[in-house]
Each structure stands twice: as structure tokens, then as C-alpha cells.
């Protein structure tokens, strides 16, 4: 899947205003920014994911003689158009906010600065790579945050969308800080752990539970997992397992990686069952680990009520992300200038909905931390040349409530900025770090938001403020947007 070349993974309408484009000559070069609007699942921030993907992509983007023989069958390219795709290949530059970022509605997770039927082209795939990795990488971040510590497993490959859903999905969650995945082929790709157990067909296939058990012991005794419902927790899997255990300590065995699943029922009263049952035989260090449809509200929950439980698998409702299926991000035009041109010209898009209209220019982030405590004070979206001094006070306003202002006093915060260069006149400058790597990292930006962002109910917003120099362009642009209407 990965040696796919996804140069047609675009929408139809990408390649008509290319040959638009081309059939009226321009030398404009223009900015592009994906952002996304609201955080998935009511929470307070999300996770960048997805970009060593688009890396990936950006390379390997050409119009092979088979694409240019399939655009030239729809009928609606010209031969010079299409004569003129058989030498494309990017040439423009990206910046992005590394993947495990925590990121915020309305900022650039990625900015393209290219000739414009460079930067038409590549909006589709960006924005798939771009949604899907970051939304599973947000999902599982919560799951790990409601388990307080407890490993989490992606175990979702059966019920992902497709290969590539549960491939990078598999990808997206380790990033968001699951301890490993069941898919054996993301872990061959992008050497994270892969764990598992058996399922209940290995039990129905034996004679009886504890041979099923036995057998499981001698072939994995360093990963010897067994899966207690296939019959009855209490009645039969817990006994079983505990008979096992006692075998293979008078074995000799180190008793490592051992300890049982439970995959349905009352998950809270068997794990405490299970927990007394083993505890009584001298197996209180077992693992006890839980699936059954988990997500981050019945893993909070779970944890309330008291439940023994130290392990999850988590499915479905992580590689779907179930209750938020799509992130929403967006690719919006922010500025165009003329090849020979210094500067740029902001574009804005307006909309009814307020929330729809953008922000304008070649843009920046500047991430404001509490010198203090390193958490987040708030996002500064800026121009690209504006400098800051982080000695001098500095007053942040929210740009939909102007009245709504913090000052920050010199001295007491850090500036970051977050995008970084990517692509350069076509040329990839951009190393992406490992999986794993960027776990580490992931896990360091969820440390710098405070709870009450990541609580799950009526999370505190993080404040995404725009410049001064910014909001007056912004509000100048409207201002002759408006007036135009008016006119006309």
C-alpha cells in the first residue's frame, strides 16, 4: 500500500482548475492553510498527526503514462494540459506543526506556499492524510488519559474502515499514546510493539478450558494472557487460569507478562472478583486486562466504580473513532502575489457563519507558555514577519470578543513557534522522527495543557488569539468586503 502512487487520489474539480488555470496563464504563487474548526469530541484540543504521509506523497507526486491515458479517456482534458502533467512534479514549499503537536481550531496545521495549480492539486490528499491520522491520534490520546496510567492496546484492525483505516489508524493511535497495536503489518511498517492474546475459538477447539489454557502456558510462558469468558469468569476461566499459574510457578517459570482477559459482562464486578480470587492464591501481581467496546467514558467510568482492571484492549470505538467519524479539517487560500512580487496580498473568505470566515495573509503560530509551570497560556496566530519580544508585556484579546483580554507580563512567558519548514522549492528539509519518537513527544505537549482542557466534560478552551497586526488586515478586509456588498 505504501508504494501506491496516490497522484489521482485527488477530486475531479482539483484537476479542472488545473487545466483552468493552465489554459489562462498565471504566475501567481498563493498560501494555502488546512486548519480544522472544532476539536473532535466536545474535547479541548487535538493532535497533529499524519504528516509523514504527505511527505511521502509530496515526493512521489507524478503522472505516471497510465494516469495520463485515464485523465486522457474522461474526455474533458486537452492534449496539451495533459502533455504538460507528464512533467509535473511539486515545486513549491510546506510548513507544518510536527506530528504529536497538541493543536487548536482555527490555526494552521499546515501550510503550503506554491505556484497555484501546485497548490490546487495536492489539497484532497492532504486533507485525508491530514484528518483521519489526526482524528485517531486525538481519540487515543483520550483513551490513554481516562486509563490514569493502565497500558492501552489498539486492538481495532477488524473493524477500521479499510486496510489503509486500520493501518494508519494503528499508526495514529500509538502516536496518541497506546502502548502498542494488534496489526502486525503497522508494526512491521513502523516498528511499534504488537501484542495480543488468543481468542475464544483457541478455548472451543480444545477439549476444555484448562487444557486450552495449558497449551496456550507452554507455547507463550513470558505472554501467557488467557482470555476467561469463553465460559464463565468466575465459575470456570478464573479457576482455570489460577490452576495454570500454580503449574507453571512450581514450573519455575518467571512469571512475567502473565494474567487473564475478560471480553464481556460486568466488567467492574468480574474484574474485582477476579482480582480477590487471585489475590487469594498468591497471583495479586496478575495482569487483569479488559475489551468489550471500550472507550474513554466507559474506561473513566470503569476506573470510578472501582474496577481491578490494569490493561485495556481498545476496537472499535478507537479506529472508528465512533463518536466523532469525521475532523473536519479545511483548505483555505490566504494570500496570492504575483511571482516578481515581495510581499503578498491576504485573501479572506467570508461566510454567514462567522466561524467560517477566515483568517487572511502568510501566516504563523507563535505557542505561548507560563514560564512558571510550562503549561499553554494561549496560540498567537500572526504574519510571518512579525517578531515578538517575550521581555515586553504582551496583551492577548479573542478576536470574536475583542473585550475578552489578558495581559502577560514581560518576563513571565516563552514563545515557540510552531510551524517548521517541510518542503522547500520542492525539495524535502524535514525529517520525520520515528513512531515511538514521536510518541515521546505527544505525550510531553499532552503534559503542557492543563486538566481542565482535557477533562472530557465542558473542557476549558484554549485561547487561539490573532495579532494585532493581523486582526487590523483582517478587519480592514471586511470592512471592504462588506462595503462592496453594499455597493453592488
Sequence with gaps: MRAL????????????????????????????????RKNPCGGGYAIAAGLEQIIEYI?????????????????????????????FHFTGDIYAIPEG??????????????????????????????????????????????AKGDGVMEFGLRRAQGPDAGLYGARAAVIGGCVGTSNVLTGQMFHVPVKGTHAHSWIMSFSDE?????????????????????YDVLNSGVPNAIRVFKEMKEAG????????????????????????????????????????????YLIESLKAQGAKINSWGVGTNLITCNDNPAF????????????????????????????KVTNPGNKTIMRIYDKTTGK??????????????????????????????TKLTGGSYILRELLVPVFKKGECVYTSPSVME????????????????????????????????????????????GQASIES
Excluded at 489521482?8 to 488555470?21: F, K, V
Excluded at 479539517?329 to 503578498?344: H, T
Design 5 to 36: 502512487n496516490l497522484t489521482l487520489l485527488t477530486d475531479l474539480y482539483e484537476l479542472t482548475m488545473m487545466q483552468g488555470y493552465f489554459k489562462n496563464p498565471t504566475d501567481q504563487i498563493v498560501v494555502f492553510d488546512a486548519f480544522y
Design 59 to 87: 515526493r512521489d507526486l507524478h503522472f505516471s503514462p497510465d494516469d495520463i491515458d485515464y485523465l486522457k479517456g474522461l474526455n474533458i482534458f486537452d492534449s496539451d494540459f495533459l502533455e504538460y502533467l507528464r512533467g
Design 101 to 146: 503537536t497538541v493543536v487548536f481550531p482555527r490555526e494552521p496545521l499546515l501550510k503550503v506556499v506554491a505556484p497555484v495549480m501546485e497548490a490546487q492539486l495536492i489539497e484532497t490528499a492532504i486533507l485525508n492524510l491530514l484528518n483521519h491520522q489526526s482524528l485517531i491520534a486525538t481519540k487515543a490520546s483520550r483513551v490513554v488519559y481516562a
Design 210 to 230: 484448562y487444557t486450552a489454557f495449558k497449551a496456550y502456558a507452554k507455547l507463550y510462558p513470558n505472554a501467557c494472557i488467557l482470555l476467561v469468558d469463553t
Design 253 to 296: 517459570l518467571p512469571m512475567k507478562g502473565y494474567g487473564i482477559r475478560i471480553d464481556s459482562g460486568d466488567l467492574a464486578y468480574l474484574s474485582k472478583q477476579a482480582y480477590k480470587m487471585l489475590s487469594e492464591a498468591g497471583f495479586g501481581d496478575a495482569i487483569i486486562s479488559a475489551s468489550s467496546d471500550l472507550d474513554e
Design 328 to 355: 473536519g479539517g479545511v483548505y483555505k487560500l490566504a494570500a496570492i502575489k504575483n511571482k516578481e512580487d515581495a510581499d503578498f496580498v491576504p485573501k479572506i473568505k467570508l461566510s454567514e457563519n462567522v466561524e
Design 376 to 405: 499553554i497560556r494561549a496560540d498567537l496566530i500572526c504574519l510571518e514577519d512579525e517578531i515578538f519580544n517575550p521581555d515586553e508585556d504582551m496583551i492577548l484579546f479573542d478576536p470574536m470578543a475583542t473585550w475578552k483580554k
Design 438 to 481: 514521536i510518541k515521546d513527544i505527544c505525550q510531553k505537549e499532552l503534559n503542557t495543557l492543563w486538566d481542565e482542557t482535557r477533562r472530557f466534560t465542558n473542557p476549558q478552551e484554549v485561547f487561539v488569539d490573532l495579532s494585532d497586526k493581523l486582526y487590523k488586515i483582517k478587519s480592514e478586509l471586511l470592512e471592504e468586503m
